[in-house]
Antibody
Framework: EVQLVESGGGVVRPGGSLRLSCAAS????????VHWVRQAPGKGLEWVSS????????TYADSVRGRFTISRDSAKKSLYLQMNSLRAEDTAFYYC??????????????WGQGTLVIVSS | SALTQPASVSGSPGQSITLSCTGA?????????VSWYQQYPDTAPKLLIY???RRPSGVSDRFSGSKSGNTASLTISGLQAEDEADYYC????????????FGGGTKVTVL
């Protein structure tokens, strides 16, 4: 069974940093890219970042580019999101999501349960 | 959002409803294939449709997708109480940019 388990959320002050982790299991980690998708409380989904299966291609939404860094560790079967210069508008549930499909048909087939990040003074 | 969805759609049990997802003039023509996700309150989204009209195994055949021009659509046939949820479309940018965008979501209410 595919499982994605996020951790690392919490309360942080504006301008602060936080590192989210996602532990993957139940599939061959190196065969799939992974994304982070976030959802502010009561709001819609927002794609944040992706990293391909090799780990040599990362992309970011305009809203986080230059502040967030996505990475992965094959040995630990884990995905990370380093978040710096956090703002109030970054407050959201952050979901780790598996990237499936073949170009140009891509989709998100498995989602973690999310970890909550609150940016507040 | 670069993709526009109606905020809410409602229907009676047994009816069919269609949710739209419209891109800007260059969008869904520029964006590649659309996927759809269902989300219940306080739970993670679930994949319903990918590649505009393909249904993953395990998803009810009451859900179907299509795309024409700048608009993608999700149709729910034989509406049931359990279909009351939020629905999101998502498109991939294609090309060299490798970006994704979600619509704002549609709340489906079963009357």
């Amino acid at each position: 069974e595919v499982q994605l388990v996020e951790s690392g959320g919490g309360v942080v002050r504006p301008g602060g940093s936080l590192r989210l982790s996602c532990a993957a299991s139940g599939y061959i980690f190196d065969d799939y890219g992974v994304h982070w998708v976030r959802q502010a409380p009561g709001k819609g989904l927002e794609w944040v970042s992706s990293i391909n299966h090799i780990g040599d291609r990362a992309t970011y939404a305009d809203s986080v580019r230059g502040r967030f860094t996505i990475s992965r560790d094959s040995a630990k079967k884990s995905l990370y999101l380093q978040m710096n210069s956090l703002r109030a508008e970054d407050t959201a549930f952050y979901y780790c999501v598996r990237w499936s499909g073949n170009y140009p048909i891509y989709f998100f087939d498995y989602w973690g349960q999310g970890t909550l990040v609150i940016v507040s003074s | 959002s670069a993709l526009t969805q109606p905020a809410s759609v409602s229907g009676s049990p047994g009816q069919s409803i269609t949710l739209s997802c419209t891109g800007a003039s260059s969008d869904v023509g520029t964006y590649k294939h659309v996927s759809w996700y269902q989300q219940y309150p306080d739970t993670a989204p679930k994949l319903l449709i990918y590649g505009d009209d393909r249904r993953p195994s395990g998803v009810s055949d009451r859900f179907s997708g299509s795309k024409s021009g700048n608009t993608a659509s999700l149709t729910i046939s034989g509406l049931q109480a359990e279909d009351e949820a939020d629905y999101y479309c998502c498109a991939f940018s294609g090309g060299e940019t490798f970006l994704w965008v979600f619509g704002g979501g549609t709340k489906v209410t079963v009357l």
